[in-house]
């Protein structure tokens, strides 16, 4: 996507976007090559920047050999074009409105010297993929097709974005596969049947099982852990997806810190709130030093009524010390019920 980045896709997009200078673009498509080749490793594929091509192709020839194939009267009745002429305060530019043809190129480019038939993007990109299909049919004479996938969406329809909060991201830099696990743990129940079609690689008979199974009880969340671990494992791969699920249990279920290795231990400092401390303080202060108490008299409470937990033991004593024992490679656990949580470090 190195050139058609240049310009970008305007679809869905009520203002004109803002142009992303060469190196940017450049950076942004090393990164997708990277990912791509970690997500298809072991597979026969080769990757291409239409930079190399698109970069070469000057205005007299995109006019004669593109825009010809094109009229404005159907480029006007796609949605996001005619919302923009319409609207007098943003409208639409020169360059925003040829952006399909500057794709439906590249897929003359790809059939052309690759004997590339098939163009796949998310549901959003049908209108200019399509646009690819008849333009190369014009040309060349030959049947070329586009295959276009439901963008993911949470219960209410609204769709996982950059620009969305609580975005994810492939990228462990962006999102961790800690975090990444914990995001398809959380998932609504009502979203798991799609989820489990669409983020993973089971068949239809096991995803039928897993929800089957889940139905039973929900509270278990049996389908929302085979999505999480199904969902990492693709994406960061196994060994990733078996840390995040160990660290998971150790937070919010009955896992132990000293069954983690120090790659694990690193993910759970960095997957929940710390705060550093030092031996001989007592649990009341340390209730408060980790902001699960607002005060000491509230954590004199949380203790009277049972609901803190050190290294997964109860603690009821207002008296009680930490000390050297409680800390696993320097670490400690210290909840509150079940959700709030802080790992302790040892100064």
């Not at 004669?64 to 943003?90: A, C, M, S, W, Y």
Request: proline share 3%; glycine share 10%.
């Amino acid at each position: 996507g190195g050139g058609t980045g240049m310009i970008g896709d305007p679809g869905g997009k009520t203002a004109e976007r803002v142009l992303l200078d060469a190196e940017t673009v450049a950076r942004n498509a090393e990164a997708i090559a990277t990912q791509a080749s970690t997500l298809f490793a072991g597979a026969d594929f080769t990757l291409l920047n239409n930079a190399d091509w698109l970069s070469q192709l000057n205005m007299i020839e995109f006019l004669r050999e593109v825009g010809k194939h094109f009229t404005v009267n159907v480029l006007l009745q796609r949605d996001f074009i005619k919302d923009r002429v319409k609207d007098p305060e943003h409208g639409i530019s020169y360059t925003e409105f040829s952006y399909a043809l500057l794709q439906a190129y590249d897929y003359l480019h790809l059939h052309r010297e690759y004997g590339c038939d098939l163009q796949i993007g998310g549901s959003d990109q049908w209108g200019n993929i399509v646009s690819g299909v008849d333009f190369i049919r014009r040309k060349t004479g030959n049947t070329v097709h586009a295959f276009t996938w439901p963008l993911l969406t949470d219960k209410a329809g609204k769709k996982f974005g950059k620009s969305e909060s609580g975005a994810i991201w492939l990228d462990p830099a962006k999102t961790s596969p800690f975090a990444f696990y914990q995001f398809w743990l959380n998932a609504e129940d009502e979203s798991l049947g799609e989820y489990l079609l669409k983020m993973t690689m089971l068949s239809k008979t096991e995803i039928g099982a897993a929800l089957e199974l889940h139905k039973r009880d929900p509270k278990e969340r049996h389908g929302q852990q085979l999505l999480a671990r199904e969902a990492t494992t693709l994406v960061h791969g196994a060994e990733e997806a078996a840390k995040a699920e160990q660290v998971s249990q150790v937070l919010f279920g009955e896992g132990t810190l000293e069954g983690l290795d120090a790659d694990a231990l690193q993910m759970l400092k960095a997957g929940a709130p710390s705060r550093e401390i030092q031996t001989g303080t007592g649990i009341v202060d340390a209730l408060v030093v980790a902001r699960l108490a607002s005060s000491k008299r509230e954590a004199r409470q949380f203790l009277a009524d049972e609901s803190v937990l050190l290294n997964g033991d109860p603690i009821t004593d207002p008296s009680e010390t930490l000390g050297s024992d409680d800390f696993y490679n320097g670490l400690a656990l210290l909840k509150r019920g079940k959700r709030n949580i802080c790992v302790l470090i040892l100064k």
